[in-house]
Structure formats: C-alpha cells, structure tokens
C-alpha cells in the first residue's frame, strides 16, 4: 500500500470505479437523460476552448514574433482569472464530486493528495485553461521553433499553479465555511466582491472626462507589481529566453515553481488535517443546564391550512437566516443602480434603459423571477436526509410543494416591489400601462418557472451544500431545462413588448400575458395536484439522492 506502485494500484481503482460509477448511472433512464444534457451544455463550452485556443495562439505567435514575448502576459492574465473565478461563479457548470468520500477506505495520503488534484483538473475550468495555454504554447512555437521545450517547461508550471491555487481555495473555504456563521459572512463578502466588478465600467468611464495623472503612475506601480505575479513570472520567463537571458529566464522560473511549492504546502496542511480525520460540526456544545423556553405557536395564514403555513414558515425562517439568500432582494436595485451610473456617462444615448426607460420595471422583474432559479429548480435539495420526515408526516405533497412556492413567490412579490421603488426614483414613476404589464407578465412566467421547477425538484433532484464551492447544486438536466425555460420566457416577453410597441399601445402586451396566463396558471393547478402521485412513485430515487452521505 505505501510503495509506488501500490499508489499506482490505488489511483487505477480509483479511475475504475469512477468509470463503473459513470456506466451503472448510464444505465438508468434519468442518468442517459443527464448524460444527453451533459453533452448539450458541453458544446458551448467547446465553442468557447476553440476560440480560446485560435485568439491565444494567434496572439502568442504575434508577441513572440516581433520581440514583445513579455506581453503574453496578457493573455495568461485572462487565463489566470478564468481559472480562478469560474470555478466559483458558474458551479452550475461543476460536477466535482467530493473526495473526502474516498477517506472511508485505505487510501495513502499520496494517492488522495493526486486524487485532489485530478478531481481538479476535470473541471471545465481547468480544461479551458489548460486549453489556452496550449494556444500560447502553439503560437510560441511557431514563431520561434527551437523555444518549444524551454515553454512546455514554463506552462506546465503555470498550469500546475493554477491547479494547486484553486483546490487550495475550495479547501480552505470548505474549512471556513463548515460553520453556518463563517458561511453566512463569506457568502455577503464574496457576493459584494463580485458586484463590485459591476462598476468598474461606469466608474472608468467617470474617470475618463479628465486627465488623471494619479491613474498613470497607479498604472506604472501595478506593471511592476504584475512582474512578481504568477503570470508575469510565466511571460519573463519565456520572453528572458526570447532575448537569450537564459539566467534571468531560470531566475523568474524557479520563482513561479517556488510560489507553486508554496501554495502546495498551504492546500498540504488542509488536506492533512482532512485525511487524519478532521469533521467540523455546527452542533453547539452541550449545555450543563438546561433553560425553559416559552412555547412557540406556528404561524397561521389566513385561507391556508396548518401544512402549508408551516412549509412556508419553514422556507422563510431558513432564509431569513441565510445572508446570501438576503442579498439577493437588493440585487435587482442594484442592477438597476449600475445602468443609472452607465446611463449618466458621456456615451448615454447607447444605454438601453437611459434610451427606453419604460422598459426598467419589468428588466428589474424579470431580473427579480431569474434570481429565485435555482431555489424554485431544486427546491428539496437543502431539505437533504430531512425529506424523509416529509415522507413520514401527515402532509400531502401538494401541501409541501404548495408552501414553497409560497414562499418564493413572496419573495419575488418583495423583489418586485423594492425594484418598483428603485425604478420610480432612478427613472421616474412607469406608467400604469407598463406596471399592469410587468405584473401581468409576472402572473404568467412565475407559474411557468413554479410547474417545470416543481417537477425538476422531484424527477431530478440534487443535495445541496451551502459549506462547499466548485461543486454543482442542481443537475445537468435541470441546468438545460431551466436554461431553456427562461429563453422562452424572455422571448415570449419582448415579443409581446415588441408588438406593443409596433401599435403604441401598451396595454396589448396586458391582454398577451393575461392570455398566457390563462395557460399557466391551470397548468400549474393541475401538476400540483398531481404531485402526491409523482412523489411516491419517485420515493425511492428521491430518498436516495438526498439522503445520500
């Protein structure tokens, strides 16, 4: 077991039983219909690693013929966050399964550590990354053919890098986040980091209306700064031998490879902790006394029965104590407060919103009914082992799933109203044509998202775990569904706004989505009333998958 080739040995099986895991789900009817949407969804990702591939190496060949090799850091640039941010931004896209589940058996540490990182390297992230560099590899060679090992030897270790870095990153978020506290404050922090791209543009543009000799040196010190970085350090490496400085080209080499053993280390000492045994738990300690605590009586909403109000005081509690899930009220105002900033630059009249401000209100709704996709899609999957007392309790089904699409959509009703606020003060009141509009396209697209959410969340349901990223939350045929619902949904909308439009008249587009509606609606009525059939017949699949270890 501690000899190479019992590392060897271990890391064969390893991919064995990933291949058998991989044939024995094909088998089944819902796994050849993940296995189609997998494929599906795939194509766009190799569309995008041709084109990556074509402007790396077109780009590589350019800078290296004509002496600029140290501008591929330009391109290794985009790489590097590419390979970094993804990850965490799309883990719709991620299908990494968890390898702390091979801890259970003898594995070595070395085979785990490899395991890690192969797990890694299949990410699309990863692929599209390793894509591009084999583009800078190409056009490096081409124009200068005799660079080629000395290049395969300086990506290779940028490649390595970025491998280690991001499952350095999920490590120790992992190790963070295993506290619902510590989760709660890094799901606010990381979501505001990822806004804050969202002004750049405007603030650019701001910027741009006088000379700023301050951003010229800023420029200067972070050109400098770049040079010390991963990707700098990649590109001096290969331009110092362009220019036959193979000392100073080693130099910034060993460098990359030391910052590579360095982050190395870090994801060691996480992954060694793992593998000696180490699970984090949110369960407080146990009290010495015990304190008396006042009856809580459950909420009662009026016309709804006692199952329903509980569900739906459930959903609300539980994300009542999600910070993330709290964010996502302000994000369709904030949204509309990055347009308002980009419509007041001097290139305003290319603005959509500053040139059509009536159609704000219901971009910010349809905006507000996009963000719920992924609970409305998977609406039992942080319910997890606790389905099981769903199963056992008195409540029928169509109660359960009633109460959550309750929930939802008064969430989407608060969306709706706060983005209605934010639209009066930032564009002006809409008009009552354009407010009946929006909520009459509303009453048809939330039904429409609540009746194909509700079935995806019992035929192809997935556990979800808020402590974990680059891990993906719903499957592969509810990302192609879903993705599909929604294009139509927006193509019905713009259609009816268009042809609103056309006529001058508004309150055609009412009739068109009331119209819709009268479909919708039915539609959603019967399937929740079949839901207690479809429920039991998928019991055991739907156990099995949530209640999984």
């Known amino acids: 077991m501690t000899s190479p080739n019992g590392v060897v040995r271990q890391l064969a099986a390893v991919a064995e039983l990933r291949w058998r895991m991989f044939v024995n789900r094909v088998r089944t009817r819902r796994g050849k219909m993940e296995l189609v949407s997998g494929v599906i969804v795939t194509i766009p990702f190799v569309c995008g690693g041709f084109g990556a591939f074509a402007a790396s190496a077109g780009f590589a060949w350019y800078f290296v013929s004509h002496g600029k090799a140290e501008f591929l850091a330009i391109i290794l640039w985009p790489v590097f966050f590419f390979w970094q941010l993804f990850p965490l931004m799309a883990t719709a896209f991620t299908n990494n399964p968890d390898s702390s589940d091979l801890l259970r058996f003898p594995l070595t540490y070395r085979s785990y550590f490899l395991i890690r990182l192969g797990y890694g390297f299949f990410d699309p992230a990863s692929g599209l990354g390793t894509v591009g560099l084999l583009g800078v590899l190409l056009g490096t060679t081409v124009a200068r053919p005799l660079l080629f090992p000395w290049a395969v030897l300086v990506l290779v270790t940028f490649a390595v890098f970025n491998l280690v870095l991001m499952q350095t990153v999920f490590a120790w978020l992992e190790r963070w986040l295993a506290q619902r506290r510590t989760r709660e404050i890094f799901g606010v922090i990381f979501i505001l980091f990822m806004l804050s791209f969202q002004l750049i543009g405007p603030t650019m543009q701001h910027l741009q209306r006088k000379p700023q000799p301050e951003l010229e040196k800023a420029f200067e010190i ?10 700098g350090l990649a590109s001096n490496a290969i331009a110092q031998s362009v220019n036959s400085h193979y000392f100073i080209g080693l130099t910034f080499l060993l460098f990359l490879a030391s910052l590579t053993f360095a982050v190395g280390y870090v994801l060691h000492l996480r992954l060694w902790r793992q593998y000696q045994g180490e699970n984090l738990s949110e369960v407080e300690a146990r009290q010495t006394v015990a304190q008396a605590q006042a009856l809580q009586v459950g909420w009662e909403l009026p016309g709804l029965s006692p199952s329903v109000a509980a569900v739906f005081e459930k ?14 009220l302000i994000m369709p105002i904030f949204m509309l407060l990055v347009f308002r900033m980009g419509a007041m630059n001097a290139m305003h009249h290319s603005v959509f919103l500053n040139r059509t401000p009536d159609m704000a209100f219901p971009g910010a709704a349809a905006y507000a009914l996009l963000v719920l996709t992924n609970l409305v899609y998977n609406s039992f999957g942080a319910d997890a082992s606790g389905m099981q007392f769903f199963y056992a309790s008195p409540a029928s089904f169509s109660h359960i799933v009633l109460g959550k699409n309750l ?11 706060l983005a209605l606020a934010a639209v009066t003060f930032l564009y002006g009141k809409p008009t009552a044509a354009v407010s009946f509009a929006t909520l009459a396209g509303l009453l048809f697209a939330a039904p429409l998202n609540f009746t194909v959410g509700n079935l995806l969340s019992i035929y192809a349901p997935k556990k979800r775990d808020f402590a974990t990223f680059g891990r993906q ?4 045929m509810t990302v192609l569904i879903s993705l599909g619902v929604q294009i139509v949904i927006v193509a019905v909308g713009a259609a009816a706004f268009a042809i609103a439009r056309i006529y001058e008249n508004l309150w055609i587009a009412v009739l068109v989505f009331l119209a819709l509606a009268a479909v919708s609606v039915p539609l959603y009525v019967i399937v929740l009333q079949r839901l207690d059939g479809i429920a039991v017949e998928r019991q055991e699949t739907l156990l099995a998958e949530l209640c999984r270890a």
């Open 222 to 231: 972070a050109t400098r700064v770049q040079n010390a970085l991963p990707p």
């Open 315 to 328: 959903e609300i509690r539980y994300l009542g104590r999600s910070g993330p899930m709290l964010l996502t």
């Open 407 to 417: 929930a939802y959509g008064g969430i989407l009703a608060a969306n709706t109203v």
């Open 473 to 476: 939350n719903v499957s592969q």
